[in-house]
């Protein structure tokens, strides 16, 4: 009986070693600060341009409606949680890699190490699933039915805003 007490308790000693070993996976906290470094969150979490670290974590990358158009039409930055948790690592290691339309700074996640873009895989994993899916991108020319920022230069201008008002 004694013995069955105790290897009841290891085992439930063990189950709550691993359990913590899970939670502090050192390449959950490695793409945690990849993610933290590469500035994701101000394009890919809706309000982080605003309010920053104020955004709890578990609001974090979901993507957004706001369009960025260009010559390249409409891109949406992505829902990476939706995305990560939809695609087997392989799968989102090639994504990754392929690249695609700006401003995502596809170079930045190129130059990456495998092992760095798998951390970032599994941050976003441990993240899981929220929100919803992005908008479709938009070809050049067509209609445009969500808010967007447009990416043109604009001259110069020599008075100040506050005083042409
Ligand atoms: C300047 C804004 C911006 C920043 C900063 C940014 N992204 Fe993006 N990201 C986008 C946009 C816009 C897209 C959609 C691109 C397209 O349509 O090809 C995108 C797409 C992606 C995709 C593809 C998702 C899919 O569903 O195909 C991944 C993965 C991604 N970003 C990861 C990251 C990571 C990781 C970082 C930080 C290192 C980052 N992004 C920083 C704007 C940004």
């Known amino acids: 009986m004694h013995k069955n007490r105790a ?3 290891t085992t439930a000693l063990l189950a709550g ?3 913590q070993a899970g939670a502090a996976d050192p390449a959950v906290e490695r793409g ?3 993610v933290a470094v590469g500035g994701c969150n101000d ?3 809706p309000g982080f341009a605003q309010h920053g670290e104020a955004v709890p974590e578990a609001d974090r990358l979901v993507g957004g409606v706001v369009g960025f158009s260009g010559p390249w039409g409409v891109s949406y930055p992505a829902n990476l949680r939706l995305q990560a948790s939809a695609s087997a690592e392989a799968e989102w290691m090639r994504r990754a890699r ?5 401003p995502m700074p596809w170079s930045a996640l190129q130059a990456m190490t495998d092992e760095d873009l798998r951390a970032v895989y599994r941050y976003l994993r441990q993240l899981g699933p929220a929100g919803v899916a992005a908008p479709t991108a938009i070809a050049p020319g067509e209609p445009i039915p969500t808010p967007h920022f447009v990416f043109v230069p604009q001259p110069p201008t020599t008075t100040k805003l506050s005083a042409a008002r």
């Open 7 to 9: 290897i009841l308790l």
């Open 43 to 45: 394009c890919h979490t």
């Open 98 to 102: 392929a690249g695609g339309r700006p």
């Open 17 to 19: 070693l691993i359990g």
């Open 32 to 34: 945690r600060y990849l």
